[in-house]
C-alpha cells in the first residue's frame, strides 16, 4: 500500500480544566471555552482516530492496521503489540490545574484493567508566567504520611512543584505522582492506555456540582514514593538535525529544529514515524505523496515508507517512533 504523509481529524475533548488555547494558538474548531485535550492520533477504542485528507479520507486509523499491519506499524512493533496501535498522542491546554494523579505500570495495569500501564512525555509550547507542573514528591515519604497527607488536606505540601517554560521537556514514568498546573499548553506523548488513578482534585465540582471520583485505594501500591530527580529531560537543540529526547521502551523522541530542509533516509526504521509540529509550518513528504503540517498538527509517516522530506523555511518538530 503506497501511504502518502497522513493526517488525521482531532479528537476533541472537554475538560473540566480546559480552556481555549487549543483554538487560539493552535487553530482547532473547539466545541467549547472548556476544551482540554485534543487527541491527534488515537487508536483507543470509541476514540480510533479518522485519516482526513486524500484518498484515504473516511478511513479508520484501525481499519488500516487491520489491513495493512506490518507496512503501517512495522514488523517489529507488530509482533510487540499486534494490531493496536502503541502510543497516543495528544495537545492540552491546561486553564485550570489538573487533578493530582499517577498511572499504574504495565503489570498492575494488566492485572486490574487488562490495559497497558502509562508512561508518557510532555513538551511545553507555551506557559503562562510563572506556570508550573507537580511533579513527584519534593522528599521521600512513607505510605502513612503519603495518607496522613491526603486525610488531613496537606498533600500539596508534598509535592515538588517545576517552573516552566516554553521547550521545558518532562519525562513521567509510571508511578510518579503529577499535575499539569494553569496555564500550560503541551505536547503529550504516551503509551496507548486511559488509566489514571486520580487522588486530589482540590474539592472541585463538575458542571452536575458532584466532585469528581478519586481511585485513593487504588493508587496505594502505584505510588513511588520517593523523591527522585529523573523528570527533567535535558536535550541538544541542533539546528537542521535530529537531536535525541527520550529513549525508553515505549516510545523514542527526537527534537527537530529547522531552518531549512531536510531529508531523512528510513529504510532501516523498523516502525511508522510520527512528526508532531509544535512551532512554524513543514511540508512533510515520502515517496507517495506529501501533507502541509501546522503548528498543533500531526503527521504519520508509515513504516513501509524509506525516506522522508522535511522542506521549510522553519519549524520544530517532536519526531516520534517507537
Known sequence: MKFYPLKFEPILKERLWGGTRLQHVLGKSIPNDITGESWELSGVSGDVSIVVQGELAGT????????????????????????????????????????IQLHPNDDLAKKRHNSFGKTEMWYVMDADKDASLIVGFNRDVTKEEYMDSLE??????LLNYERVSEGDTFFINTGKIHAIGAGV?????????????RVFD?????????????????????????????????????????NPMVDCPYFKTNFVNLSKNLEQDLSQRDSFTIYMCVDGSVNVGNEFGSSLVKKGETVLITANSNRVSLRTDGAKLLEVTI
Do not use: C, M, W
Not at 488531613?152 to 505540601?157: A, F, I, N, V, Y
Not at 506523548?189 to 488509566?195: E, G, M, P, R
Not at 471520583?213 to 537543540?237: G, N, R
Open 60 to 99: 479508520s486509523l484501525q481499519q488500516l492496521i487491520d489491513e495493512y499491519p506490518v507496512e503501517l506499524l512495522g514488523q517489529s512493533v507488530f509482533e510487540r503489540f499486534g494490531t493496536e496501535f502503541p502510543i497516543l498522542i495528544k495537545f492540552i491546554d491546561a486553564q485550570q490545574d489538573l487533578s
Open 152 to 157: 488531613s488536606d496537606r498533600l500539596l505540601e
Open 185 to 197: 499548553l503541551l505536547a503529550e506523548i504516551q503509551q496507548t492506555s486511559d488509566i489514571t488513578y
Open 202 to 242: 482540590f474539592n472541585r465540582k463538575d458542571k452536575n456540582g458532584n466532585l469528581r471520583e478519586l481511585h485513593t485505594d487504588l493508587a496505594l501500591d502505584a505510588i513511588d514514593y520517593e523523591k527522585k530527580e529523573d523528570f527533567k529531560v535535558s536535550y541538544p537543540k541542533e539546528a537542521d538535525a535530529i
